[in-house]
């Protein structure tokens, strides 16, 4: 909660079972209200008022395979939602899409990287994907959810859990519904901009006109 009632939503990293503290991933944004003095001022012991949680992004307990696709920070519920199971002891195959524009945005990769070699019931295949990497990438390139298309020819089977940027959000839904994802087997968090900010572009504008 920011001053005046604004509000900056974030998705929950941690699992439900390891959530004290609570594990948000914050995208520094160049003066960003929220982000901006949380990098660059020092945060530690500050006070902050939180509504929550909030929403339906959460594990649902099945039987089929796990797609997960994530964009940027989006990768914070996937988070949530790989630990829960891979830490609860559930027995489901999970493969990860983790999409960011280069090497140094891949801020979880020796994490990820950890949790795909330790799976002991459930197993994570872990997929990063790059839109502008450098020429020394020998990974993935191009747009997360294209990625994915390549891969994986039979979607259908998939439970599809999908989180990012609205584009993002948008393609999956466009794109895997026509290869055959349910959906009813789709969930989704988009991370779309908050409500007071689109406010305060509309009353700027007016005011501007």
Known sequence: MLPGGRRRSFSIASPPHDARPLELHVRRVAGGEFSA?????????????????????????AIAPMLLVGGGTGLAPLLSIVRHVLESGIERDMTLYWGVRNERDLYAHAMLGALAAHGRNARLRYVPVLSEPSAEWRGARGMVHDAVLNDIADLEEYDVYAAGPPAM??????????RGVAASRLYFDSFDYAPDS?????????TKS
């Open 37 to 61: 003095p949380l990098f660059e001022k020092n945060a530690r012991s500050a006070l902050l008022s939180i509504e929550g949680p909030l929403g339906q992004f959460v594990y649902r307990p």
């Open 169 to 178: 959000i948008t393609a999956v839904r466009r794109e895997f519904d026509a």
């Open 198 to 206: 689109i406010e305060r572009q509309r009353t700027s504008a007016a």
